[in-house]
């Protein structure tokens, strides 16, 4: 487990023919709510709301390696677009969140704003991250309910993509991709 101030990432993961089961577990040792960008969405679903997904993950290649994330991804430069706000998962101080991902492998790129087609296959070595914040650390920030197709969810917009603070874990084991 790595130790960060605030909270702790933990995970346990599972690599079983083409799935890759991650389940971790984030505890808040602050001593005030913690908000994490857990529940990513790819859009609108037509009279349903977001298209949440608990399943949802950014994939990123950097430095050699593959990064699964529960984060916001700040809309890249260039890019005219709208940010694409995840909705929140609140965790009181002394509290505990657990979650179980199911990915399909081979992993394949993805943010919301990108999400290229993969053909060359290739394995890496896979880190964690999942992205938070404290309130306070984006006073502006109001949150608001949102419908989603799993039921409401919450958001916090405006948000400053700097005021996200991320938990990392890794790099853990090789793991199957498929890139550009």
């Not at 992205?131 to 409401?152: C, L, M, S, W």
Request: glycine residues 8%; charged residues 25%.
């Amino acid at each position: 487990m790595q130790r960060v101030t605030g909270p702790d990432l933990s995970m346990n993961f599972r690599i079983a023919g083409d799935a890759l089961t991650l389940t971790y577990t984030v505890e808040n040792r602050a001593a005030r709510d913690l908000y994490l960008f857990n529940r990513l969405h790819d859009g609108l679903a037509p009279g349903k709301g977001l298209r949440v997904d608990i399943d949802r993950v950014v994939i990123e290649i950097r430095e050699q390696q593959v990064v699964i994330g529960k984060k916001l991804v700040p809309v890249p430069d260039g890019l005219r677009a709208e940010a694409n706000l995840p909705c929140v998962t609140a965790v009181a101080p002394a509290g505990r969140f657990t979650e179980t991902v199911y990915l399909k492998l081979p992993l394949e790129p993805w943010t919301p704003y990108a999400h290229p087609r993969g053909v060359h296959p290739r394995n890496r070595l896979f880190s964690f991250e999942i992205g938070y914040f404290f309130a306070r650390d984006n006073p502006r920030a109001k949150a608001t309910t949102v419908e989603t197709r799993a039921g409401p969810g919450v958001q916090f917009a405006p948000f400053d993509a700097s005021g996200q603070r991320l938990l990392t874990i890794g790099p853990l084991d090789s793991v199957a991709t498929l890139e550009e």
